[in-house]
């Protein structure tokens, strides 16, 4: 199984995974706000630093 094959997506494939994604994140925030906010500064490094390299690959290509 390889989890990291290409695959292609619909646009509205793309908006109802995006859809899930943040509903999903509302749930965690509202839900488990207690158990991450001491993580806080390290998950706002990971999202930064992510979207800088997916911005920058996006760039390149």
Not at 32 to 46: M, Y
Request: charged letters at 10%; aromatic letters at 18%; proline letters at 0%.
């Amino acid at each position: 199984m390889n989890i990291f094959k290409s695959f292609t997506m619909k646009w509205w494939e793309a908006a109802l995974f995006k859809i899930c994604t943040i509903s999903l994140g509302i749930v965690v925030g509202s839900t488990w706000a207690e158990a991450f906010i001491h993580l806080r500064a390290v998950l706002l490094a990971v999202c930064i630093l992510s979207g800088i390299y997916v911005t920058w690959v996006w760039w390149k290509q």
